[in-house]
């Protein structure tokens, strides 16, 4: 076996900072601080464009086309969850991956729907402006029940990670803390860009959401 760097610093820095800023934008409502939870929306959709074009031109373990896999494969990577073996993927596994594509889909519409959403006095979405207020309405029921289903996946992903540590015996959190894991010998390792290329991409997704809300 040998310990391989296989998680970029800006792919673990998304991941958690999107555990931070999901937690505020759920708190901040219960708080009466609506004003902080669009703040959270935008800087949270700045961070999905990030990802979004990241999985195109980042290290190879971020890129789309190495992660993802037909939907048989994670299938038959979920049929043998009880099978206790070592952890020999160096990115997503095959059902991780999917994992992954639906909760940015899901951050999309969130996000999306919250800049066109109200609720009914207390706050407007940046681009409520823009459509009347039945279809503000209606972003803004879509934008509640997306969350909800957010916090499920979630509560699927935290299971997730305890049956892989239970039933295979895999951590899934250190890489995601260290970036590295222990591979076999063989393995090849995966190819890493430049973490200031990932700076350039975040900030012109912050330009680009700050464009956006200012329509």
Same mark, same amino acid.
């Given at each position: 076996?040998?310990?391989?760097?296989?998680?970029?610093?800006?792919?673990?820095?998304?991941?958690?900072?999107?555990?931070?800023?999901?937690? &505020? *934008?759920?708190?901040?409502?219960?708080?009466?601080?609506?004003?902080?939870?669009?703040?959270?929306?935008?800087? &949270? /959709?700045?961070?999905?464009?990030?990802?979004?074009?990241?999985?195109?031109?980042?290290?190879?373990?971020?890129?789309?086309?190495?992660?993802?896999? *037909?939907?048989?494969?994670?299938?038959?990577?979920?049929?043998?969850?009880?099978?206790?073996?070592?952890? %020999?993927?160096?990115?997503?596994?095959?059902?991780?991956?999917?994992?992954?594509?639906?909760?940015?889909?899901?951050?999309?519409?969130?996000?999306? %729907?919250?800049?066109? *959403?109200?609720?009914?006095?207390?706050?407007?979405?940046?681009?409520?402006? /823009?459509?009347?207020?039945?279809?503000?309405?209606?972003?803004?029921?879509?934008?509640?029940? %997306?969350?909800?289903?957010?916090?499920?996946?979630?509560?699927?992903?935290?299971?997730?990670?305890?049956?892989?540590?239970?039933?295979?015996?895999?951590?899934?959190?250190?890489?995601?803390?260290?970036?590295?894991?222990?591979?076999?010998?063989?393995?090849?390792?995966?190819?890493?860009?430049?973490?200031?290329?990932?700076?350039?991409?975040?900030?012109?997704?912050?330009?680009?959401?700050?464009?956006? &809300?200012?329509?």
């Amino acid at each position: 076996m040998q310990r391989m760097k296989v998680w970029d610093l800006p792919v673990r820095l998304f991941h958690w900072a999107l555990v931070g800023l999901i937690f &505020v *934008s759920w708190l901040t409502p219960e708080l009466g601080r609506m004003d902080v939870h669009m703040w959270i929306g935008e800087w &949270v /959709l700045a961070l999905v464009l990030f990802r979004v074009a990241w999985g195109f031109i980042g290290s190879d373990t971020a890129r789309f086309t190495r992660f993802l896999q *037909s939907p048989m494969a994670a299938l038959r990577h979920l049929s043998h969850l009880r099978r206790r073996e070592p952890d %020999t993927e160096i990115g997503h596994n095959a059902a991780g991956g999917w994992m992954v594509l639906g909760m940015l889909g899901l951050l999309a519409v969130q996000t999306g %729907t919250g800049l066109f *959403s109200n609720d009914d006095g207390n706050a407007e979405g940046p681009l409520m402006h /823009l459509v009347d207020k039945d279809r503000s309405d209606w972003f803004s029921r879509i934008h509640y029940l %997306t969350f909800t289903v957010i916090e499920g996946v979630i509560v699927l992903h935290v299971l997730a990670i305890g049956t892989y540590a239970v039933l295979k015996r895999q951590n899934l959190v250190r890489p995601m803390v260290t970036g590295v894991k222990s591979m076999p010998a063989d393995a090849r390792a995966p190819r890493l860009v430049n973490p200031l290329w990932a700076l350039v991409v975040l900030a012109l997704a912050f330009g680009a959401v700050a464009g956006v &809300v200012k329509l």
